[in-house]
């Protein structure tokens, strides 16, 4: 039998995606109300918000560092229970066409990063005595579609203000 040869480009370009590395670029956590927020804790239930954003930047050739930054307040009686920041990032060598590499980039290497900022990010709650922070799965290919689509948008607003 025959085995299937890969082809010239796969040769060349391995897979499509190589995390090379991951680390926490940036931590931090504060309770700001302590030690009094543990008391108003037990009085008023607390109201957590969570803002993610991902970000992709060049390294060298084919090699790009993607950001997963995740930003989380915890409020409990009208009072800062914690902050919790988080820049977890990663490595990556993508071999796609350029015109798939935003999306990979934004998309895919994201979802790779998740689980491990979701385990950090539990951790650190915990350990700071809190209940552990445990984030649901997340969109990334919602959040690349509203960031496509306020960049169209932009860029339409800035070509009728030119004209």
Do not use: W
Not at 23 to 46: C, H, W
Not at 53 to 77: K, Q, W, Y
Not at 118 to 133: E, H, K, M, T, Y
Not at 142 to 150: C, D, K, L, N, T
């Amino acid at each position: 039998m025959a085995e299937e040869q890969p082809t010239t480009a796969e040769q060349q370009d391995g897979p499509p995606i190589v995390v090379n590395a991951q680390y926490v670029k940036d931590l931090s956590f504060e309770v700001p109300g302590a030690p009094m927020i543990f008391a108003r804790m037990q009085e008023a239930p607390p109201n957590i918000n969570v803002n993610i954003d991902v970000r992709a930047n060049p390294v060298d050739g084919n090699m790009f560092e993607v950001e997963l930054a995740i930003h989380a307040t915890c409020e409990s009686a009208n009072e800062k229970a914690f902050i919790l920041e988080l820049l977890y990032a990663g490595l990556f060598t993508i071999n796609v066409p350029q015109e798939h590499r935003s999306a990979v980039l934004l998309i895919e290497c994201p979802r790779l990063l998740f689980p491990f900022a979701r385990n950090i990010l539990a951790d650190v709650s915990r350990d700071g005595g809190f209940p552990p922070l445990m984030l649901g799965p997340v969109d990334f290919v919602q959040m690349y579609q509203a960031q496509a689509g306020r960049q169209s948008e932009n860029q339409s607003e800035g070509a009728a203000s030119g004209a």
